[in-house]
Nanobody, 121 residues
Framework: VQLQASGGGLVQAGGSLRLSCAAS????????MGWFRQAPGKEREFVAT????????YYADSVKGRFTISRDNARNTVYLQMNSLKPEDTGVYYC???????????????WGQGTQVTVSS
């Protein structure tokens, strides 16, 4: 499956952004989807994941209560609504697809190209 992330940008602390990830090539609803991020000089880390149907979600503690992952299987798209953004949320955000809903990088077989999110203080 091919993934294309978009929606990143520059925002002030406290602001919001909505990331999108459009999928193509395979049956989108067969895959759990995840969002990861990588800050400069740091390892890529888990942000959020959602099950194939969208019923179940799971978040990293650092974003819980501020970010919301959702999906629209009819549009082959997964979203990440990010509110109350902080400077430490800055990084490149990646969407990924996996057979099972997991919070670990190695569970994901397909990755998008990433979209930059910069939060200024």
């Amino acid at each position: 499956v091919q993934l294309q992330a978009s929606g990143g940008g520059l925002v002030q602390a406290g602001g919001s952004l909505r990331l999108s990830c459009a999928a193509s090539g395979r049956t989108f609803s067969n895959y759990a989807m995840g969002w990861f991020r990588q800050a400069p000089g740091k390892e890529r880390e888990f942000v959020a994941t959602i099950s194939q149907s969208g019923t179940n979600t799971y978040y990293a503690d650092s974003v819980k209560g501020r970010f919301t992952i959702s999906r629209d299987n009819a549009r082959n798209t997964v979203y990440l609504q990010m509110n109350s953004l902080k400077p430490e949320d800055t990084g490149v955000y990646y969407c990924a697809a996996a057979a099972l809903m997991r919070a670990i990088i190695r569970a994901y077989d397909y990755w998008g190209q990433g979209t930059q999110v910069t939060v200024s203080s």
